[in-house]
């Protein structure tokens, strides 16, 4: 494998990233935008959200849906306006997190489930569906810590990292969006973060471990690659690029905000891979 090399610097803290447009797109979660930047390293600034962007995705009319972690609601922009798409906080009392969006736009939302950066113990939470009329409810319970998320090509299967529980898990795929025989996919006996699908049914895991890592995992748990960082945790990762073989991977020395002293704790580097991308997002 190629050496990785930086692709955007001066970043506070890099998450969700999505392939799209010819760009990738991510959430610079603590300054409080959503970014996309061609492969170039030529960056725009799509939309400010002011209590932290986290999951992206976009519905089938092309509006951007966009997880708003602090006041846990799930906005949508259409390029001009910023609207309220769903509020989910009567379904939970923490921080939304990352999300994956359906080829029907229906979103999958996931949590903390405790506060993190306080420092209290860890509690089991939900996955919440979001409808594309914005109706929710909750589709998964019981999950450590549900993060990054994907779908399989075929649509019949969602793969979610469970940071706490150190596992990728796996659900069917209803067709009214439901979610049920759940099964580990993978053991991983590090916490997953962000996470990619590729075409021969591997995920590539970002570890936001200290010094962190991106794994490529077979289902049952079979590291095929690695990719070890020396200084900085894994956070999230996608796979795009003009062949879908361009391995984005999101870095960041602390999540912590108030461990944050200015742009250059996060950064996006890329590395050429032998197998592109599939599934969703």
């Keep these: 494998m190629p050496e990785p090399t930086v692709l955007l610097d001066g970043l506070l803290f890099p998450e969700g990233p999505r392939w799209h447009d010819h760009r990738l797109w991510f959430s610079d979660m603590h300054a409080h935008e959503v970014v996309a930047v061609d492969m170039d390293g030529n960056r725009e600034t799509i939309v400010e959200i002011a209590n932290d962007p986290s999951g992206l995705g976009w519905l089938p009319n092309g509006d951007l849906l966009i997880v708003s972690m602090k006041d846990r609601k799930l906005l949508r922009f259409n390029g001009d306006s910023l609207e309220e798409h769903a509020s989910l906080g009567r379904l939970t009392p923490h921080l939304c997190n990352d999300m994956v969006v359906d080829s029907q736009g229906r979103a999958y939302v996931g949590n903390f489930g405790f506060d993190l950066h306080a420092g209290d113990t860890p509690t089991p939470t939900s996955i919440i569906l979001a409808t594309p009329e914005g109706q929710i409810r909750v589709v998964a319970e019981d999950v450590a810590f549900p993060n990054g998320t994907v779908i399989t ?128 997002p």
């Excluded at 471990?209 to 690695?226: D, M, S």
């Excluded at 960041?252 to 950064?267: E, F, L, M, Q």
Aim: a negative charge; aromatic letters at 4%.
């Design 153 to 280: 090509p075929n649509g019949s299967t969602l793969i979610v990292g469970e940071s706490m529980g150190r596992r990728l898990t796996a659900f069917n795929i209803e067709a009214d969006g439901s979610l049920t025989n759940r099964r580990v996919w993978a053991e991983l006996g590090v916490p997953p973060d962000g996470i990619a699908l590729d075409a021969e049914n591997c995920i590539w895991v970002a570890v936001p471990t200290q010094p962190g890592a991106f794994l490529r995992v077979a289902e049952g748990g079979e590291i095929k690659q690695r990719i070890d960082l020396e200084d900085r945790g894994g956070f999230a990762c996608m796979l795009g690029g003009p062949n879908g073989t361009t391995l984005f991977m999101l870095e960041a020395t602390s999540s912590n905000p108030t461990d944050i002293a200015g742009p250059g704790n996060g950064r996006i580097r890329i590395v050429e891979v032998d197998v592109p991308r599939a599934g969703l």
